[in-house]
């Protein structure tokens, strides 16, 4: 029975002495790996993170203590250690774990995750509640050198360090380039910043030298001088926090000495732990990036590379990137902007071929932006690609930086809709109804790639904000196919009805209004209906004419949209209907008023009704409950 076999749940792994855990380790790394290359999954991260993972729930009372991950890829080895072992083979599957923390699938999950530089201010509302109770709880956030480039997490240092909260805020920095400060020395001086020797010298010293003033001044500036020589804290000092760090975050005895000596130390503590992506696999070492998130793999012979002489389908992803790259080639006031996903929004090629137009500003959504909205007031003509689910969170620099001024920005709004393994925390579901409110802006749903190539084009000549929809897979047809110039704010009819009476839809005349993607299995429904079938294009302006000329020759108007049916295209359809006074029946499908867990899209999209069997059944449905009006 190996080491691993016997760890259930973390009280297990605390009876096991401290010369076990690197081999708990190496056999917790065995395992993640195993396990991820048969479902898939975020894999470099993960790798990169065991032997912090054993140390926190070795040397943390968990559940009891809070752990909060930051941004949550990283989190396998944490959910093999907390009674999830049986279930990592359903893992981001339909019916299985969650690919990140959440508190409804173990007590072990304090606090849900998936978008970044959430963990300080939940771990700090985590402390002052402790607090507040009386109770007796250590609160951890673990969070990513990337994570740490979001307002988000500095906006959390500054108010915990003002509150002098009991929290742990560790730094997983797995920045290649400073590696290299990890030895002895700074080991050394890390074990002695985190000792209780240290702690109270330096306590007695503030109380001593507090009575002379200009001594404790020159104490002080002397003492920051000298760490921020030898130690980059300087700045989490000025916080408020005690800073220990950086320490090798692959030698799980050195964690476990450090966490059991900050543990218990009053007020923030920010320990900065170094580590490798992907270590313990020389693969995934060599490259990280290839390796953050896979698909099923032979972990032995790696990741295949890819065949040169088999193109594989363009997704909408590589359609907006070679677009980009186009666009800019012939006009150079054009720019592209991500908020650090330049790989997930196909923008790698754009990156190495027109640099100078490129800007990567890390995860910080709100400010990509803004930064945006400045470069438009100065007659340059942004492109901010981002996912759908995070550009909720620049709402108010949306609302107030871009709409509110009216200024020329393209949003190519990517994982529109449902988005697979990755589950409700990555669904683009609401993109629609919240920017359909707002003045100024024009929205479109891509339906194929030549039609997401056609709005991109027509939203860059707008002088105005724009989004342009698509979603996350492969596209359906080819660009190359070209296509005309788009009727801003005009959709256009796909399929008409017969005339003849169907005994499908009971004799009712029936028109689909798709939106993007939604028009493929519509058009399958109205095939097997005899449904005169629409695609829409615009979401705003709605095409208000067709939607009139529609209800007077239909009964039934059934909108079709791969996004939330409270709010979206659906319920324009509704205000346009009431609006002009005319009584025709409407049936709305959309994403339903739930979060869908993660799967297979096909069972995702299927469990929404919105398979080509869903939407046919929903019209059958509806014929057989209603009236013609009229």
């Known amino acids: 029975m190996s080491l691993l076999d016997s760890i259930i749940e973390p009280s297990q792994l605390r009876t096991q002495p401290s010369t076990a855990l690197p081999a708990v380790c190496d056999e917790l790394r065995a395992y993640v790996l195993d396990s991820v290359s048969k479902t898939g999954g975020h894999l470099s991260s993960n790798l990169g993170v065991i032997e912090l993972t054993v140390a926190l729930h070795y040397c943390f009372d968990t559940p009891h203590d809070r752990l909060v991950w930051d941004v949550g890829h990283q989190c396998y080895p944490h959910k093999v250690l907390t009674g999830r072992r049986e279930r990592m083979h359903t893992l981001r599957q339909w019916g299985g774990l969650a690919g990140f923390p959440k508190r409804d699938e173990s007590p072990y999950d304090t606090f849900g995750v998936a978008h970044s530089s959430t963990s300080i201010s939940a771990a700090l509302g985590m402390a002052v509640a402790a607090k507040a109770k009386g109770e007796a709880r250590r609160v951890v956030a673990i969070i990513g050198d990337g ?12 108010n915990a360090g003002a509150m002098d909260a009991n929290v742990l805020v560790i730094l997983n920095d797995n ?52 760490k921020g020589m030898v130690l980059p804290g300087t700045m989490w ?58 698909g099923k793999f032979d972990h032995v012979v790696g990741i295949p590379p890819a065949d040169p002489g088999k193109s594989p389908k363009k997704t909408y992803s590589d359609i907006f990137g070679d677009w980009l790259c186009d666009a ?49 007031c100065e007659g340059m003509k942004p492109v901010v690609a981002i996912y759908s689910t ?57 339906s194929d790639a030549a039609e997401c190539r056609a709005m991109l084009s027509h939203a860059v000549a707008l002088a105005s904000p724009v989004a342009v929809r698509y979603p996350r897979g492969a596209a359906h047809g080819a660009p190359e196919a070209g296509f005309a110039p788009l009727a801003h704010g005009k959709g256009v009819r796909v399929r008409e009805r017969s005339g003849v009476p169907s005994t499908a839809t009971a004799g009712r005349r029936v028109a689909i209004l798709g939106w993007g993607a939604m028009l493929h299995p519509a058009r399958v429904a109205a095939d097997a209906l005899d449904a005169t079938l629409v695609n829409m294009r615009f979401v705003k302006p709605l095409d208000g004419a067709l939607i009139r000329e529609l209800a007077a020759t239909h009964d039934l108007l059934v909108t079709v949209e791969e996004a939330s049916v409270e709010g979206s295209a659906g319920s324009a359809v509704a205000e346009c ?12 499908l959309g994403l339903p008023d739930r979060f869908i867990d993660q799967g297979d899209p096909a069972l995702m999209l299927a469990s929404a009704g919105l398979d080509a069997a869903g939407i046919e059944r929903s019209i059958r449905e509806r014929c057989v409950a209603f009236s013609p009006v009229g």
Request: proline letters at 5%; one cysteine or more; hydrophobic letters at 45%.
């Open 237 to 294: 000092e000025e916080f408020g926090f005690n800073y220990i760090g950086p320490i090798d975050g692959h030698d799980v005895n050195l964690l476990v000495d450090t966490l059991n000596k900050v543990k218990d130390r009053p007020g923030p503590q920010f320990l900065h732990v170094l580590t490798r992506k992907g270590a313990g696999y020389e693969r995934a070492e060599d490259d990280p990036i290839l390796y953050h998130g896979v």
């Open 147 to 158: 994570s740490m480039t979001a307002g988000m997490a500095f906006e959390a240092l500054n």
């Open 577 to 588: 209907l009431a609006q002009a006074g005319l009584a025709c029946a409407l049936l709305t």
């Open 328 to 376: 800019v080639a012939a006009d150079r006031t054009i720019v592209g902007i991500t908020p650090a996903m330049r790989e997930g929004s196909g923008m790698v090629r754009f990156s190495k071929e027109h640099p100078d137009n490129y800007f990567d500003v890390g995860i910080a959504e709100q400010h990509s932006v803004t930064f945006a909205a400045g470069l438009a």
């Open 390 to 446: 995070f550009l909720q969170r620049a709402y108010d620099q949306l609302v107030h930086d871009v709409v509110l001024q009216n200024l020329p920005v393209v949003f190519a709004i990517d994982r529109a809709g449902l988005v697979g393994a990755d589950g409700p925390t990555h669904a683009g579901s609401f993109d629609v109804a919240y920017l359909r409110c707002l003045p100024n802006m024009t929205i479109m749903s891509a």
């Open 175 to 226: 920045e290649m380039s400073i590696s290299e400060p990890v030895g002895a020395l700074n080991n050394y001086l890390s074990r002695l910043l985190a000792s209780k020797t240290y702690g109270k010298v330096r306590s007695v010293g503030k109380s001593v030298l507090s009575a002379l003033p200009p001594v404790s001044r020159f104490a002080r500036r002397w003492e920051e001088h000298m």
